[in-house]
């Protein structure tokens, strides 16, 4: 298995643009998360998902951010427009059920930075 | 609500050095509790884990005991190398909740290892 695959590894775009960044979740998990990790605010959840449905977007910043899950292997998570303060590593991680015996897979992460 | 406090860091030690990382917890219901590992550059890593009180979860030369009555899950390794260099995160899951469960993480503690 390839594990979580996400893209692009690195983005680098301009205040004002919209920027998505993708997920491809291990075949058979039904639960998918977003994270996004800074210095100054450690990892938080933003947004999950069990079997494509999102359960729980409250750690979704502002309405600049939304995410979609339109089928079991594949999630994107957009911002538009963006800010300088939205620069930081986005995960995606996903789990089969609760993740609770196995816990959650992480991918490498994409690192945003808005200039 | 549910909460996983830390020790401050950052953990500078020589190799061979014995390692304690703290962590404790605030939860409502039964948690499950981890620890995961993120090296640079990379996603974060399941480490050990432990679904019920006393249970001691191992891996990698690394150990953590569930202990209900202080609430915590400290981590410990005997003799550390260098390729333990990495940032160290605690979590918790409330089985409680169900489907909806998710993963508290704590601020995570970089540690460096010294040959």
């Known amino acids: 298995d390839a594990g979580v695959i996400q893209s692009p590894r690195h983005e680098v775009t301009e205040m004002g643009q919209e920027v998505t960044l993708r997920c491809k979740p291990i075949?058979?998990?039904?639960?998918l998360f977003w994270y996004r990790q800074t210095m100054m605010r450690g990892l938080e959840l933003l947004i999950y998902?069990?079997?494509?449905?999102?359960?729980?977007d409250s750690g979704m910043p502002e309405d600049r951010f939304s995410a979609k899950m339109p089928n079991a292997s594949f999630s994107t998570l957009k911002i538009q427009p963006s800010e300088p303060r939205d620069s930081a590593v986005y995960f995606c991680?996903?789990?089969f059920g609760d993740g609770l015996n196995y816990g959650y897979t992480f991918g490498s992460g994409t690192r945003l930075t808005v200039v | 609500g549910n909460s996983v406090t830390q020790m401050e860091g950052p953990v500078t030690l020589s190799e061979e050095a014995f390692l304690t990382i703290n962590c404790t917890y605030t939860?409502?219901?039964?948690?499950?509790l981890f620890w995961y590992v993120q090296y640079p550059g990379e996603g974060l890593q399941l480490l050990l884990k432990?679904?019920?009180?006393?249970d001691k979860g191992s891996n990698k030369g690394f150990e953590a005991t569930y202990r209900k009555e202080t609430t915590s899950f400290h981590l410990e390794k005997g003799s550390v190398q260098v390729s333990d260099s990495a940032v160290y995160f605690c979590?918790?899951?409330?089985?409680?909740?169900?489907?909806?469960?998710?993963?508290?993480f704590g601020k995570g503690i970089t540690l460096s290892v010294r040959p």
């Open positions: 991680a996903s789990s």
């Open positions: 998902f069990n079997n494509n449905v999102p359960i729980d």
């Open positions: 432990a679904t019920k009180a006393d």
């Open positions: 075949s058979g998990h039904n639960s």
């Open positions: 939860a409502t219901g039964y948690p499950s």
């Open positions: 979590a918790l899951s409330d089985r409680g909740a169900g489907a909806n469960s998710k993963l508290t």
